[in-house]
Protein backbone atom coordinates (compact mmCIF):
# COMPACT_ATOMS: atom_id res chain seq x y z
CA UNK A 1 0.00 0.00 0.00
CA UNK A 2 2.83 2.04 0.91
CA UNK A 3 6.27 2.49 -1.35
CA UNK A 4 9.02 4.72 -0.45
CA UNK A 5 11.55 5.62 -3.44
CA UNK A 6 15.04 7.35 -3.27
CA UNK A 7 16.85 8.76 -5.43
CA UNK A 8 20.24 11.24 -5.57
CA UNK A 9 22.47 8.74 -4.63
CA UNK A 10 25.75 8.63 -6.85
CA UNK A 11 29.64 8.62 -6.92
CA UNK A 12 31.49 11.73 -5.96
CA UNK A 13 34.93 13.10 -4.67
CA UNK A 14 35.91 13.12 -1.58
CA UNK A 15 35.28 16.81 -0.02
CA UNK A 16 32.20 16.97 -2.50
CA UNK A 17 28.52 16.85 -1.54
CA UNK A 18 25.35 15.00 -2.60
CA UNK A 19 21.81 14.85 -1.51
CA UNK A 20 19.43 12.16 -1.21
CA UNK A 21 15.63 12.54 -1.87
CA UNK A 22 12.99 10.02 -0.56
CA UNK A 23 9.58 9.96 -1.45
CA UNK A 24 6.74 8.30 -0.02
CA UNK A 25 3.45 7.54 -2.16
CA UNK A 26 0.34 5.27 -1.84
CA UNK A 27 -2.06 5.13 0.80
CA UNK A 28 -1.00 7.27 3.75
CA UNK A 29 -3.22 8.48 6.33
CA UNK A 30 0.15 10.20 8.29
CA UNK A 31 3.62 10.06 8.18
CA UNK A 32 5.65 10.07 11.68
CA UNK A 33 9.11 10.17 12.50
CA UNK A 34 11.56 9.78 8.93
CA UNK A 35 14.80 8.79 8.56
CA UNK A 36 18.08 7.53 7.04
CA UNK A 37 20.38 4.69 7.51
CA UNK A 38 22.98 2.66 5.41
CA UNK A 39 25.30 0.10 5.82
CA UNK A 40 28.10 -0.61 4.37
CA UNK A 41 29.94 -3.79 3.32
CA UNK A 42 30.28 -6.46 5.63
CA UNK A 43 28.82 -3.53 8.52
CA UNK A 44 25.42 -3.73 10.31
CA UNK A 45 22.98 -1.20 9.33
CA UNK A 46 23.61 1.98 11.28
CA UNK A 47 21.34 4.98 11.83
CA UNK A 48 22.54 8.23 10.13
CA UNK A 49 19.97 10.53 11.09
CA UNK A 50 16.19 11.01 11.73
CA UNK A 51 13.48 13.68 12.01
CA UNK A 52 10.69 13.36 14.31
CA UNK A 53 6.56 14.26 13.14
CA UNK A 54 7.50 17.76 14.90
CA UNK A 55 10.65 18.64 12.93
CA UNK A 56 13.09 17.59 15.74
CA UNK A 57 16.31 15.98 14.41
CA UNK A 58 18.87 13.68 15.58
CA UNK A 59 21.81 12.35 13.94
CA UNK A 60 24.46 9.83 14.51
CA UNK A 61 28.09 11.46 16.08
CA UNK A 62 29.82 10.69 12.49
CA UNK A 63 27.81 12.45 10.63
CA UNK A 64 27.23 15.65 12.66
CA UNK A 65 27.97 18.71 10.93
CA UNK A 66 28.36 17.10 7.69
CA UNK A 67 24.88 15.92 7.11
CA UNK A 68 21.55 17.58 7.36
CA UNK A 69 17.91 15.91 7.47
CA UNK A 70 14.52 17.49 6.42
CA UNK A 71 11.05 16.87 5.62
CA UNK A 72 8.46 18.14 3.19
CA UNK A 73 4.85 17.15 4.43
CA UNK A 74 3.43 18.91 1.53
CA UNK A 75 5.48 16.36 -0.62
CA UNK A 76 5.47 12.74 1.93
CA UNK A 77 9.47 13.71 1.29
CA UNK A 78 12.67 13.61 3.56
CA UNK A 79 16.05 14.27 2.37
CA UNK A 80 19.59 14.11 3.34
CA UNK A 81 22.53 16.58 2.45
CA UNK A 82 25.77 15.57 3.06
CA UNK A 83 28.26 17.65 2.71
CA UNK A 84 31.88 17.12 3.36
CA UNK A 85 31.87 13.90 2.30
CA UNK A 86 34.28 10.78 3.25
CA UNK A 87 35.38 7.51 2.06
CA UNK A 88 34.04 6.22 5.13
CA UNK A 89 30.41 7.31 4.11
CA UNK A 90 29.98 4.93 1.14
CA UNK A 91 27.34 2.54 1.64
CA UNK A 92 24.10 1.97 0.64
CA UNK A 93 21.40 4.61 2.09
CA UNK A 94 17.93 3.41 3.14
CA UNK A 95 15.15 5.88 3.76
CA UNK A 96 12.53 4.92 6.59
CA UNK A 97 9.56 5.92 7.44
CA UNK A 98 6.51 5.16 10.33
CA UNK A 99 3.46 5.64 8.37
CA UNK A 100 -0.50 5.24 9.28
CA UNK A 101 -1.98 4.27 6.27
CA UNK A 102 -5.91 5.04 5.69
CA UNK A 103 -8.15 2.90 7.81
CA UNK A 104 -5.88 2.18 10.46
CA UNK A 105 -4.65 4.38 13.58
CA UNK A 106 -0.87 2.60 13.71
CA UNK A 107 2.22 3.34 12.30
CA UNK A 108 3.99 0.88 10.38
CA UNK A 109 7.53 1.11 9.59
CA UNK A 110 8.40 1.29 5.44
CA UNK A 111 11.73 1.07 4.15
CA UNK A 112 13.11 2.49 0.74
CA UNK A 113 15.24 -0.35 -1.83
CA UNK A 114 18.35 1.72 -1.15
CA UNK A 115 20.59 4.02 -3.33
CA UNK A 116 24.36 3.22 -3.47
CA UNK A 117 26.78 6.21 -2.68
CA UNK A 118 30.39 6.00 -3.29
CA UNK A 119 32.67 8.63 -2.30
CA UNK A 120 36.41 8.28 -3.90
CA UNK A 121 39.45 8.96 -2.17
Known amino acids: QVQLVESGGGLVQAGGSLRLSCAAS????????MGWYRQAPGKQRELVAT???????NAADSVKGRFTISRDNAKNTVYLQMNSLIPEDTAVYYC???????????????WGQGTQVIVSS
Open 26 to 33: GSIRSIGS
Open 96 to 110: NAAIAVWGSSWYSPY
Open 51 to 57: ISSGGST
